[in-house]
């Protein structure tokens, strides 16, 4: 049985850029270190980093000393205000690309255009974009929300970094429809672009897909969504040992992709495993 690993898989920039930053700052043991949720939406790299003493925390009441990391997806700016106001170092780990997105609606706002973010309600990144609106931002995840959206003078459009540019198009198109002028900014980066592609190339040529990453993963979930989209079966896995050794029945060829915060120990685990499954199976 052939495996192969999509060309882009795994670990974006912003992902290794952010846990750079949370493990530096635990080298110096002489406080604690906390970070506001998930540092990065992988459950077994939260683990590990756990093992390295950085503590999550669901509320910054919760923090009364040391320094605190802000996740890669970013947060509400007032939470920043707050941790300073409260002495405790904050320590930026926001990607450089939601920051740019942070940007776009900041002068979208100032410059009176009415805010549409595309992106899953709820997503820590989306809520961090939508505060910078002032929580006025109407947040759609489809065509035929932003259809049902008033009919205004000027809309702007942003979009959370991980969604698909066919669903960014399809947004666009029916907004334009709800406004006099519209503005759209296309935020989503070139990793989760990289990573859609190789996913799609990837999938239209494999007898099965296993698409690797967190179940809370925004990026994981488009990745599922796009190797389904060509037909080829899809399964979604967080550990190797979700691997189902019935999934390789027949199958020949087996592709692999992962979200971009999947670290490479957990790719290497599952094609370890569907190696050890397929010549327990003996398939082609
Ligand atoms: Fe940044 Fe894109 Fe990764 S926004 S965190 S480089 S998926």
Redesign the pocket.
């Given at each position: 049985m052939k495996i192969v690993v999509a060309q882009n898989a795994g670990f974006?920039?912003?992902?290794k850029r952010?846990l750079d930053l949370v493990a530096r700052a635990a080298e110096d043991t002489s406080r604690a270190v906390y970070t506001l949720g998930a540092l990065i939406h992988n459950p077994q790299e939260i683990t590990r980093l756990r093992q390295h003493g950085v503590r999550e925390v669901e509320s910054l009441d919760e923090v009364t000393d040391g320094a605190l990391v802000l996740s890669?997806?970013g947060v509400d700016p007032e939470v920043v205000e707050t941790a300073r106001a409260r002495s405790i170092e904050v320590i930026d780990a926001t990607?450089?690309?939601?920051k740019r997105a942070h940007g776009h609606i900041v002068t979208l706002s100032q410059e009176g255009y009415s805010v549409v973010i595309l992106g899953d309600k709820g997503h820590r990144e989306v809520e961090g974009l939508a505060a910078r609106a002032g929580r006025k931002a109407e947040i759609v995840t489809s065509a035929e929300e932003a259809t049902a959206l008033l009919f205004r003078r000027r809309y702007g459009l942003v979009v959370q970094?991980?969604q698909r540019p066919d669903a960014l198009r399809q947004v666009a198109g029916a907004l334009a429809q709800r406004c006099r002028e519209l503005r759209v900014f296309n935020t989503i980066?070139?990793?989760?672009v990289k990573r859609q592609d190789s996913a799609r190339a990837l999938a239209e040529q494999m007898d099965l897909m296993i698409v690797v990453g967190g179940r809370n993963s925004a990026?994981t979930a488009r990745l599922r969504e796009i190797c389904q989209s060509t037909g080829t079966v899809t399964y979604h896995v967080e550990t190797a040992e979700e691997v189902d050794v019935r999934w390789l029945s027949g199958a020949r060829s087996v592709g692999v992709t992962a979200g971009?915060s999947t670290p490479a120990w957990i790719i290497e685990e599952v094609t370890a495993r569907l190696r050890s499954l397929a010549g327990e199976t003996g398939s082609p």
């Open positions: 974006c920039f912003g992902v952010a890669a997806h990607c450089p690309f939601v970094t991980t980066c070139e990793a989760t990026n971009a």
